[in-house]
Nanobody
Framework: QVQLVESGGGLVHPGGSLRLSCAAS????????MGWYRQAPGKQRQMVAR???????NHANSAKGRFTISRDNAKNTVYLQMNSLKPEDTAVYYC???????????????WGQGTQVTVSS
């Protein structure tokens, strides 16, 4: 079993910054892709940013220039640095990881429980 635990969400004023963290633990053999997604009330979940095990990144257009995804493979942790936050960034942010477990030796997607980010004055 694999667990993803997010932290770092909260309330911030427009123009402010937050750093989200997501640590994976459990029966992990290897982690390939990791990413952040978000879901605002009444909307579908959408990709914010993704990063491969080799460090290649992909950011959504809404995140480019403001958000930066990174990861620490030794800690099985992915980060999302969010700057210049806007009210429209308000959402629940979910961590995602593609994991090969020691038990099945097969790849599978795992999700965190989500962390709320609210941007408001």
């Amino acid at each position: 079993q694999v667990q993803l635990v997010e932290s770092g969400g909260g309330l911030v004023h427009p123009g402010g910054s937050l750093r989200l963290s997501c640590a994976a633990s459990g029966s992990i053999l290897s982690i390939y892709n990791m990413g952040w997604y978000r879901q605002a009330p009444g909307k579908q979940r959408q990709m914010v940013a993704r990063i491969t095990s080799g460090g290649s990144t992909n950011h959504a257009n809404s995140a480019k220039g403001r958000f930066t995804i990174s990861r620490d493979n030794a800690k099985n942790t992915v980060y999302l640095q969010m700057n210049s936050l806007k009210p429209e960034d308000t959402a629940v942010y979910y961590c995602n990881a593609g994991v090969i477990t020691t038990t099945t030796k097969l790849p599978r997607d795992y999700w965190g429980q989500g962390t709320q980010v609210t941007v408001s004055s």
